[in-house]
């Protein structure tokens, strides 16, 4: 295995309310990923996931508190000046947006925003290089005829073809790592195949690191090797895609599992995971999980879960071990 | 074959876009004033300061708007009256546009204590009628055109500083503006690149209407005194010596109409470049 690429130790934000009290968006999360590696980092809306990302990306709002370690290839990022970011940003790592229609500006060419991403961080490079630049990577992103497509604006692009281009400005200066936020979630399903396509090819061909951060498992299942699920600003199950779909040790990664549709099994009704996320307001106490868990004990009640292995996942549950021994009985009490 | 779409298509065959009713009707105004106020010298046949004839004739073959106290013809005055309130319009909306959209913009997108102070700055000129903080500025000045166009960018350029920074607001939460801070883009680079062009559509459009607003205000300026200078052919200037004379409506009515074509053309361009540039404001 080698060193990781994005290590993330203990990353806590936190943003201040209308009355001086702090909301904790993401709290002590771990995260790791190698060179080379799709690492799917899953969660419903609210669970932290993008705030997260942006906090690597230094992004996050002034008035955000983040305590913790962000390392990119060994190096910190917490705590590094605006300045200091800006060389990181589109160099290092990449950000793929999650709307391709609003991503892209709407008076500037496809072409001259592409080339603008290279010029940002070469100076040096000449208007006919970096042209010439924005042009091969809307070739390496597979959209045809790229010379003509250059030369277009965004809206005479398609949803699938602006991600496209979204991906080639994020892959302008040969970024070693890519965050994609939820890039397929505003195309329509053949479009999300091609573009989870085009990352892996990318990921193949270029040896780039990609997080992956989506709410679809079925994205997930077909692309990452690793994933983290993230539940009310924690991770609370991670592990190898093949692992955690085998044998989940979180009830809410089970259920979770539970609620995708499957083509081979003759289902009535698909099960849903009673209830909705607590508010970053009043998280409860223990496991923040607990009053939707059908596995739920006094424990959970009074003692936070803290990661550990349990078989061949990462989890926070004080019950892993029956839950991936899969006594769901006491799951189907919600139901009704 | 459909019948209904037919007309649609044959007007679309000769007019672009943008050239609808308002625009052109708006359009031919002005540009009849700025080929007068550019060619009068050539054509015309008195000066504006010339004593042309008997004093107060009324409209006759030789003088088409009469003359006036001094028997000076009122059509000349007139006429030659473009070149001094169109100029100045001009200089006045350019300064308050540029004044007034840099200080919005730079608090709009800096915002905290350098948005408070200059937007206060912002709602203290505001909050003084226009005519009155012009009036108070130019007697403090001095009268003479030059100082009041000076009062009257001090005047008009809260409005832009406050249309860009809501302009600036707006825009710069797209998404867009993120993916260029996250692509490494330096605050400057952004505010102009990603941020600017995008809002200058309501700004055009309200130059344009405004461009009326300070013909008119140089006119009143004027009127009062606070302006030109006799004997300078100036609208308000010529209104004011036409009001001494009440009955002789000629002196008077010549800059009058001169102004209400003006003022109206200019809001015709005004609304007809909305209609194009920024449909969504009607």
């Not at chain 1, 990318?202 to 679809?216: A, M, S």
């Not at chain 2, 006036?68 to 100045?88: N, Q």
Request: charge should be neutral.
């Amino acid at each position: 295995m080698t060193a990781p690429l994005l290590e993330i130790r203990d990353l806590s934000v936190s943003f201040a309310g209308r009355h001086g009290e702090a909301f904790e968006a993401v709290s002590g999360v771990d995260l790791t990923v190698s060179a080379g590696e799709l690492h799917g980092v899953v969660g419903e809306s609210g669970s932290g996931k993008s705030v997260t990302m942006l906090a690597v990306m230094g992004l996050l709002s002034p008035g955000a508190r983040l305590s913790g370690s962000i390392k990119l290839d060994g190096r910190e990022l917490v705590g590094l000046s605006d300045r200091q970011m800006r060389k990181v940003r589109g160099v290092r790592i990449g950000y793929i947006f999650q709307d391709p229609m609003t991503a892209l500006n709407p008076l500037l060419t496809i072409g001259d925003q592409i080339a603008e991403a290279v010029r940002i961080h070469r100076p040096q490079v000449s208007r006919a290089q970096s042209r010439a630049r924005a042009v091969e990577l809307l070739q390496l992103v597979a959209i045809p005829m790229p010379e003509k497509r250059a030369t277009q604006y965004p809206h005479e692009f398609s949803g699938g073809m602006r991600q496209r281009a979204v991906i080639a400005m994020a892959m302008a200066n040969e970024p070693d790592l890519l965050i994609a936020d939820e890039p397929t979630t505003a195309l329509d399903v053949t479009i999300q195949a091609q573009i989870m396509e085009l990352l892996e090819k990318l990921r193949q061909d270029r040896g780039v690191g990609i997080v992956l951060v989506t709410h679809d498992l079925g994205v997930v299942a077909g692309a990452a090797r690793s994933l983290s699920i993230m539940y009310s600003g924690r991770v609370v199950e991670r592990g190898l895609v093949d692992d955690v779909f085998a044998a989940p040790h979180h009830p809410y990664t089970k259920g979770l599992l539970g609620s995708l549709p499957q083509p081979d099994a003759r289902v009535e009704r698909l099960r849903a995971i009673p209830g909705a996320p607590p508010p970053i307001s009043a998280r409860p106490a223990g496991c923040a999980f607990h009053p939707r868990c059908g596995y739920a004990i006094d424990i959970c009640r009074a003692e936070r879960p803290v990661l550990r292995q349990v078989g061949a996942t990462t989890v926070a549950c004080h019950r892993a071990e029956e839950v991936a021994a899969g006594q769901a009985e006491e799951m189907s009490v919600h139901d009704a | 074959m459909s019948v209904i779409a037919a007309p649609k298509a044959r007007r679309r065959v000769f007019l672009p876009q943008w050239a609808t009713l308002p625009v052109i009707l708006g359009g031919a105004i002005l540009l009849f004033w700025i080929v007068v106020g550019i060619t009068i010298p050539l054509w015309s046949p008195y000066e504006p300061t010339m004593l042309a004839g008997m004093r107060f004739q009324p409209p006759n073959a030789e003088h088409w708007l009469g003359t006036d106290a001094l028997g000076r013809d009122v059509l000349t005055r007139t006429l030659y009256g473009v070149r001094h309130s169109l100029p100045i319009a001009a200089m006045v909306i350019v300064c308050a546009v540029l004044i007034g959209c840099t200080l919005g913009a730079i608090a709009g997108f800096v915002g905290g204590i350098v948005d408070s102070v200059i937007m206060r700055l912002v709602d203290v000129t505001l909050s003084f009628p226009p005519i009155l903080l012009a009036m108070a500025v130019t007697a403090a000045l001095g009268p003479g055109l030059g100082n009041a166009a000076i009062a009257m960018v001090i005047v008009w350029w809260p409005i832009y500083a406050r249309l860009m920074r809501a302009q600036v607001l707006s825009v710069r939460e797209r998404e867009h503006v993120e993916a260029a801070v996250a692509a490494g883009a330096t605050r400057p680079r952004v505010l102009v690149k990603h941020i600017l062009p995008l809002c200058w559509s309501p700004i055009i459009v309200n130059a344009t209407m405004d461009f009326g607003q300070v013909v008119l205000l140089v006119a009143s300026l004027s009127f009062i005194g606070l302006g030109a200078a006799p004997p300078t052919p100036e609208w308000g200037q010529m209104i004011s010596d036409g009001a001494l004379h009440f009955y002789r409506w000629w002196i008077a009515a010549g800059p009058g109409i001169a102004i209400l074509s003006i003022v109206l053309g200019f809001n015709f361009l005004g609304d007809g470049l909305r209609d194009f540039l920024d449909p969504r404001s009607k």
